[in-house]
Antibody, heavy 122, light 108 residues
Framework: QVRLVESGGGVVQPGMSLRLSCAASGLSLERYAFHWVRQAPGKGLEWVAV????????YYADSVKGRFTISRDNAKNRLSLQMNSLRPEDTAIYYC???????????????WGRGTLVTVSS | IVLTQSPGTLSLSPGERATLSCRASESLRNNYLAWYQQKPGQAPRLLIY???SRATDIPDRFSGSGSGTDFTLTISSLEPEDFAVYYCQQYGISPPYSFGQGTKLEFK
């Protein structure tokens, strides 16, 4: 079964760091670009970051640029999001998702994980 | 690119036709607009891509149309499982790949 499973969420204080992971099963991570998308409680979707299939390109939303870093380990079939200098407004469910474009970044997603909740609060 | 969805909430009954709108602040090249459905506690599900192409396993009661800056998602005859929140997303040339604020489709 093809699935994505996020982990690593939790409660952290402002200014702290957290690392999220997304494990892929039933598919080979190296064949696709992947995104992180977040959703604040009761709010809409916000695109966060994307990384190309081989890690050669990465892009970020302005709201997280310089604080978040997306990475991937194709050998372990795992995507990560390192989040530093966290702010209360980063509180959200974080989803990883597979880009529809295969090896090319197209920008929309056809497979999503169930998400992991990050809460930034003192 | 800013996407504005309307209405914010749409109250309809099963069997009725739903029309959801998404307007972009500038023209979308290649009409690269997607629609997603999200139910409470679930991840989004891709319904439509490139404005009018249905994703895999999406029922044909869902259809997308539009071009340039104005796009529409139509559900021809609502089923009980269609009541959810719907988001549009623009994508393509370069990030950021922004989403609209969502339309909640609720039981009347």
């Amino acid at each position: 079964q093809v699935r994505l499973v996020e982990s690593g969420g939790g409660v952290v204080q402002p200014g702290m760091s957290l690392r999220l992971s997304c494990a892929a099963s039933g598919l080979s991570l190296e064949r696709y670009a992947f995104h992180w998308v977040r959703q604040a409680p009761g709010k809409g979707l916000e695109w966060v970051a994307v990384m190309a299939f081989d890690g050669s390109d990465e892009y970020y939303a302005d709201s997280v640029k310089g604080r978040f870093t997306i990475s991937r380990d194709n050998a372990k079939n795992r995507l990560s999001l390192q989040m530093n200098s966290l702010r209360p407004e980063d509180t959200a469910i974080y989803y990883c998702s597979r880009d529809v474009g295969g090896r090319y970044i197209v920008g929309n997603s056809d497979l999503w994980g169930r998400g992991t909740l990050v809460t930034v609060s003192s | 690119i800013v996407l504005t969805q309307s209405p914010g909430t749409l109250s309809l009954s099963p069997g009725e036709r739903a029309t959801l709108s998404c307007r972009a602040s500038e023209s979308l090249r290649n009409n690269y607009l997607a629609w997603y459905q999200q139910k409470p506690g679930q991840a989004p599900r891709l319904l439509i891509y490139a404005a009018s192409s249905r994703a895999t396993d999406i029922p044909d009661r869902f259809s997308g149309s539009g071009s340039g800056t104005d796009f529409t998602l139509t559900i021809s005859s609502l089923e009980p499982e269609d009541f959810a929140v719907y988001y549009c997303q623009q994508y393509g040339i370069s990030p950021p790949y922004s989403f609209g604020q969502g339309t909640k489709l609720e039981f009347k």
